[in-house]
């Protein structure tokens, strides 16, 4: 069975996401670093948790997959933590190993998340959202962006 649109255009995002950051990460490793590439991909990725948490995660949750969305939920608080942290060293601009360390535990993290999220959470995209949310959530992904400010539900943790 083909994969919902949304779930289509979410899972190109996780590649999307990990190609811009395997990319710096390997330029910063044979000596270069541009801080613009990896700060486009962060917002990509602080954008594409936006539109799950607000878009696709509530009623996949209200329809019964409350321990998934738990846990897809406190990760998406580990990989914030972690933006926190390259966001820091970014501005910081001198320890360019520990970018490249940090980057490369974000691509370990994202890993993690992205291989349960893909085959738990995102075959429902298209069963248990209503059709309104669907159309929204394309056309976030396509344009929108997360409101100034806005953090995830558990960045703290
Ligand atoms: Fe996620
Ligand atoms: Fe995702």
Known sequence: MPDPADATALKRE???IDCA???FVEAVELGYAQPEALTAAL???RRHIY????FLFPPIRQAGMVMPILVMLREHGELWHTMDTLKDL??????????AKTCRQLLAQLDRHNSKEE??????ADVDLPPQTTTELARFIE??????G???QHASG
Do not use: K, Q
């Open 119 to 124: 085959p738990v959470v995102y075959p429902h």
């Open 51 to 54: 539109v799950e948490e607000v």
């Open 21 to 23: 950051i395997e990319v």
């Open 43 to 45: 917002d990509t990725l």
């Open 90 to 99: 970014l501005a910081d601009g001198e320890d360019l190993r520990r970018l």
């Open 14 to 16: 996780h590649h999307e």
């Open 150 to 152: 806005w953090v995830c």
């Open 143 to 148: 344009s929108g962006r997360a409101p100034d």
